[in-house]
């Protein structure tokens, strides 16, 4: 591991770690505190456990090691922690798999303490599949410091995507939820992210009568419903496979992945999705300069709309090369899409106190609900619902609930609902 000058690349410091057999060690993700420390999860061998899952803190100042942590599952045989996200009260969270007696997988998910790497909750569950060469769990931090866990689960027709949302204090279920496809055929997630309005977008793979295409899929956060699915069938019609996916510019969701080309081996295919209805925006491919199999790992959007995807292709007598490629894309709606009804213009001053006003425009009339939610997804109170002409309308809210009242300060969710279509804006509530 390296720390390295942000302006002129200068190694600071760097640090080796090997556990004391000194065999096989993997870091799988990282995160950082409030304070720039350092937490690592992954895996180590240690002695007759085989591999077991590591979590340490490292000092970010110097490189030093302040704790690390290590436990496995009782059968001692591939254990490991996939992932690392970090809340707002620098308390770690991690995920991953361990496997008990008779080769049964179970999944994890643990709060730690920053200070000494001790347990605050850890959950666990039997729906795991023991896969120890392809990654089992995804992990995400909602608005509220909530954690949500997606990984493969293994139903009545195969694989299915199963999800958890557990409260941040004490890691208890808030909602669980399992999708299986339309054709019920393997559903096995790659990858996800949360959304600016705490929706949790997944790519991952979907057969389709043995055939292989992306699988894309939008849940609300606060209730584990799925808003929309979609998929994406290559020119060759064979084998397609999503593997990251992130947000892009207004509220698309940006896919990319391997895809089989004519002639040309995988390829990378990216592509927008209308963050509303799933509809396909755009599609873009790219095939490295020898034909042969090129793969996507990493993409991100920019602000302005740029898409950068990440990943290697095969290179001439050079075998696997780095690629990168931005794309400059339309940021606008699918082709013949009907306009949300209603949309926010304004909700101001935001964060508020005592006080938020919000401004937004009808294209027509409309049967039109504004409602206000807490980010477990419950309602708190009902500001519009009803008939309403095309045009500008105002409303606020006083941060009270329906029986009146006070909220306490936190993230709130202003929602606008009509028939044809839905808006939402972050609000915080400030004390």
Not at 1 to 20: I, R
Request: proline share 3%; aromatic share 10%; charged share 20%.
């Amino acid at each position: 591991m390296f720390k390295l000058d942000g302006t002129t690349g200068e190694v600071l410091w760097s640090l080796h770690y090997a556990s004391p057999e000194g065999v096989d060690e993997g870091a799988l993700g990282m995160v950082l505190d409030s304070q720039d420390d350092i937490f690592i999860t992954g895996y180590a061998m240690i002695g007759a456990e085989s591999k077991q899952a590591l979590t340490m803190k490292i000092s970010g100042a110097n490189g030093s090691i302040l704790w690390t942590d290590t436990f496995g599952g009782s059968d001692a045989n591939h254990d490991i922690s996939w992932d690392i996200v970090m809340g707002s009260d620098d308390n770690p969270v991690i995920s991953g798999i361990l496997v008990e007696s008779g080769g049964v997988a179970n999944y994890f998910v643990r709060k730690m303490n920053n200070s000494d790497g001790g347990v605050i909750w850890d959950q666990r569950g039997t729906e795991s599949q023991f896969t120890p060469d392809n990654r089992g769990t995804w992990l995400v931090l909602m608005g509220n410091d909530d954690v949500v866990m997606c990984q493969r689960t293994f139903g009545a027709n195969g694989y299915d995507v199963y999800l958890h949302r557990f409260a941040a204090d004490t890691g208890s279920t808030v909602w669980t939820r399992i999708y299986d496809g339309a054709t019920h055929g393997g559903d096995d997630p790659k990858g996800m992210v949360v959304d600016s309005d705490d929706n949790l977008l997944v790519c991952g793979v979907q057969d389709v009568n043995w055939n292989y295409n992306f699988m894309v899929l939008k849940i609300d956060g606060y209730n584990g419903n799925t808003l929309w699915n979609a998929d994406y069938d290559g020119p060759q019609g064979w084998y397609d496979v999503a593997s990251t996916l992130c947000e892009g510019p207004n509220g698309s969701v940006v896919v990319s992945g391997l895809s089989d080309g004519s002639g040309t081996g995988w390829d990378w295919a990216t592509l927008g999705f209308d963050g509303t209805d799933g509809s396909r925006i755009w599609e873009k491919r790219f095939d490295g300069p020898t034909s042969q199999s090129d793969e996507p790992s990493h993409v991100v959007a920019s602000a302005g709309g740029e898409i950068f995807v990440t990943g290697y292709g095969y290179g001439v007598g050079s075998n696997k090369d780095m690629f990168t490629v931005c794309y400059q894309v339309e940021s606008t709606s699918a082709v013949g899409e009907t306009p949300l009804v209603a949309n926010f213009s304004r909700a101001w001053p935001n964060p508020f106190n005592p006080r938020i006003n919000f401004s937004f425009d009808l294209s027509a009339d409309a049967q039109t609900r504004l409602a206000i939610y807490d980010l477990r997804g419950r309602e708190v109170t009902i500001l519009v619902d009803g008939y309403l002409s095309e045009g500008n309308h105002n409303t606020s809210w006083d941060g009270r609930d329906h029986g009146g009242r006070s909220m306490p300060a936190g993230v709130y969710l202003a929602i606008m609902e009509s028939a044809q279509g839905r808006s939402s804006r972050k609000i915080v509530l400030a004390k």
